[in-house]
């Protein structure tokens, strides 16, 4: 059964794993919102099953190129579909923590392939 959580439970996970990027790290980041949905909706062309538990929109710092433009990047964790697959409060913590540093990696530019190669897929 999925561990249940209140808003403010699993926004202070969210914000101890932001509180967890090193410093050198966290001064790179700049102009990013970082958000809580309950569920990812998949666009038209998606799969109508889509699940994600994390999800990066913007341009990363690796194709960057001074695009006056640009709005703010955007990270978005699902609440609820992090706890339909935990079972308990540890768990939450640890899975918000892989998925906030997937979804800061890409902002970094790095791929889902590196990402589970380095065990945080």
């Known amino acids: 059964m ?19 990027i090193p410093s050198q790290l966290a001064a790179k980041i700049d102009n990013v919102a970082v958000f809580v ?3 990812y909706q998949p666009e038209s062309w ?27 990047d955007r990270i978005t964790l699902y609440k609820e579909a992090i706890l339909d ?19 800061v990696a890409h902002f970094f530019g790095i791929t889902d392939q590196t990402l589970h190669r380095l065990g945080w897929g």
């Open 2 to 20: 999925p561990v249940q959580m209140s808003d403010e439970e699993f926004d202070a996970a969210v914000k101890d794993a932001l509180d967890l």
């Open 37 to 39: 949905e309950d569920r």
């Open 85 to 103: 697959i935990c079972e308990t409060s540890e768990d939450v913590v640890e899975q918000v923590t892989v998925t906030v540093v997937h979804e």
């Open 46 to 72: 998606e799969d109508p099953g889509t699940v994600l538990l994390g999800l990066y929109e913007g341009i990363p710092l690796t194709e960057r190129g001074g695009e006056p433009w640009a709005m703010p």
